[in-house]
């Protein structure tokens, strides 16, 4: 099999006599995506600082062990949007992100957040409560939800579901920007130039409505150069 959707099912396959196994990591990655610049989204979503506390609070190595532990135990989660491990341009911008309960609190409290009587932190009157959609029947993502909600209200932040059929989700859902997050895979071959289109203020797949000038001018420059200078302008700066 070649890029098949990652699945336990797979891990059957390993320690049979009548099978040899040979696992690989591919290009295809999970993902928790942010709606930061639609009008629907839950408004603290828009505030780097509330999103860099979502980030802090989730403990993504337990995730990727739960999920994906059976068929490579050694597996950890990227570090990168741009790049993937094999090449040597990669650098894990996120592992700055990693679980921080201590920085989340820090972030929330510093920002004016006060814990409510159920755990929950309220920030200028907002409820710092938000909805996460995935593909309904889908258990490993079902997992996903059920780690990064127990880690969130850790945090005194609150995580919702919402489970849609696939056509529904990746439909007018997606596409208009009616949701806070979403947790759904992309697919890249390593070329920096994926990026344009998700990252890039008129990106054609910028679901999350994600903008800055600067990021677009270094996305357009990048996918300009054929030699070094994709990886250095597509590195450039720190991961918002």
């Known amino acids: 099999m070649v890029a098949p959707?990652?699945?336990?099912?797979?891990?059957?396959?390993?320690?049979?006599?009548?099978?040899?196994?040979?696992?690989?990591?591919?290009?295809?990655?999970?993902?928790?995506?942010?709606?930061?610049?639609?009008?629907?989204?839950?408004?603290?979503?828009?505030?780097?600082w509330f999103?860099?506390?979502?980030?802090?609070?989730?403990?993504?190595?337990?995730?990727?062990?739960?999920?994906?532990?059976?068929?490579?135990?050694?597996?950890?989660?990227?570090?990168?949007?741009?790049?993937?491990?094999?090449?040597?341009?990669?650098h894990p911008h996120f592992a700055a992100y990693g679980q921080d309960l201590a920085k989340a609190t820090a972030l929330m409290t510093s920002h004016g957040c006060a814990e409510g009587g159920d755990g929950i932190y309220s920030c200028g009157g907002q409820r710092a409560s938000f909805a996460l959609a995935y593909t309904a029947g889908n258990t490993r993502r079902q997992t996903e939800f059920i780690r990064m909600k127990e880690d969130l209200a850790v945090a005194g932040i609150e995580l919702t579901e919402v489970a849609l059929p696939a056509g529904e989700l990746y439909?007018?859902?997606?596409?208009?920007?009616?949701?806070?997050?979403?947790?759904?895979?992309?697919?890249?071959?390593?070329?920096?130039?994926?990026?344009?289109?998700?990252?890039?203020?008129?990106?054609?797949?910028?679901?999350?409505?994600?903008?800055s000038q600067e990021v677009s001018d270094l996305l357009a420059a990048a996918n300009r150069e054929f030699d070094h200078e994709p990886a250095r302008l597509s590195r450039t700066g720190p991961t918002r």
């Open 171 to 211: 439909g007018q859902f997606m596409e208009t920007g009616a949701y806070d997050t979403i947790d759904f895979a992309w697919a890249t071959n390593g070329d920096p130039s994926f990026g344009s289109d998700l990252f890039a203020c008129t990106g054609m797949q910028n679901y999350g409505r994600y903008c």
């Open 5 to 48: 959707q990652v699945s336990s099912v797979l891990s059957r396959l390993q320690g049979r006599p009548d099978i040899v196994t040979d696992w690989a990591s591919g290009g295809a990655y999970e993902h928790l995506d942010f709606n930061v610049g639609g009008a629907a989204a839950m408004p603290l979503l828009h505030e780097a």
């Open 51 to 90: 999103r860099r506390a979502v980030a802090h609070a989730i403990d993504r190595q337990a995730i990727v062990t739960a999920v994906f532990g059976s068929i490579d135990p050694e597996i950890t989660p990227l570090q990168s949007l741009r790049y993937l491990p094999p090449q040597w341009q990669y």
